[in-house]
T-cell receptor, first 113, second 115 residues
Framework: GDSVTQMEGPVTLSEEAFLTINCTYT??????LFWYVQYPGEGLQLLLK?????DKGSNKGFEATYRKETTSFHLEKGSVQVSDSAVYFC????????????FGKGTLLTVNP | EPEVTQTPSHQVTQMGQEVILRCVPISNHLYFYWYRQILGQKVEFLVS????????KSEIFDDQFSVERPDGSNFTLKIRSTKLEDSAMYFC?????????????FGPGTRLLVL
């Protein structure tokens, strides 16, 4: 079945550091890929998405590129801020099941000033 | 900006009791979902709902679970006889369409603790 594996946390960085959170997937067909973020006390919010190979999703300085050859969708940001502290979830929706998301375990990011 | 709301934010119940978790999806959305996250584990799909019927459900969603849209705004998840292992954060989500690329909008979750 479909699955998502993402980098175990927690990740602690200093402000302005470079961020990478790794995400790889297994899916049938050609899935759509997502990064969701959960700030403390809030629900899951879509951060960015990509729907086909080589697409790059971007938002708020975050980027992720859909790499079919390596089945990966790594999240990157060049310079993190304290306000980026949150839990980040990688997820996919596969062609076999367009109605549900399959999530990774989540990665807690803490950015210190 | 429209958002999905959930009540209550926290619920504590005794094993064997029934609980109802409530959600108000975004008003023009047609597809509704429940997910759960047991502490330290992945967010897991439970069920999707469209046009007043279940579209898909996971293996977790057994006969103890049911969903309902009792009126034009609420979407509920009922657990008939709670077990200790039902303790989790339950997320409701909604989307306008049911396509692979469609964004699902999530509520803040209800933390359920079964004692």
């Amino acid at each position: 079945g479909d699955s998502v594996t993402q980098m175990e946390g927690p990740v602690t960085l200093s402000e302005e550091a470079f961020l990478t959170i790794n995400c790889t997937y297994t899916a049938t067909g050609y899935p759509s890929l997502f990064w969701y973020v959960q700030y403390p006390g809030e629900g899951l919010q879509l951060l960015l998405k990509a729907t086909k190979a080589d697409d790059k999703g971007s938002n708020k300085g975050f980027e992720a590129t859909y790499r079919k050859e390596t089945t990966s969708f790594h999240l990157e940001k060049g310079s993190v801020q304290v306000s980026d502290s949150a839990v980040y979830f990688c997820a996919l929706a596969s062609g076999g099941s367009n109605y549900k998301l399959t999530f990774g375990k989540g990665t807690l990011l803490t950015v210190n000033p | 900006e429209p958002e999905v709301t959930q009540t209550p934010s926290h619920q504590v119940t005794q094993m064997g009791q029934e609980v109802i978790l409530r959600c108000v999806p975004i008003s023009n959305h047609l597809y509704f979902y429940w997910y759960r996250q047991i502490l330290g584990q992945k967010v897991e799909f439970l069920v999707s709902f469209y046009n007043n019927e279940i579209s898909e459900k996971s293996e977790i969603f057994d006969d103890q679970f049911s969903v309902e849209r009792p009126d034009g705004s609420n979407f509920t998840l009922k657990i008939r006889s709670t077990k200790l292992e039902d303790s989790a954060m339950y997320f409701c989500a909604s989307s306008e369409l049911a396509l692979g690329a469609e964004t699902q909008y999530f509520g803040p979750g209800t933390r359920l603790l079964v004692l």
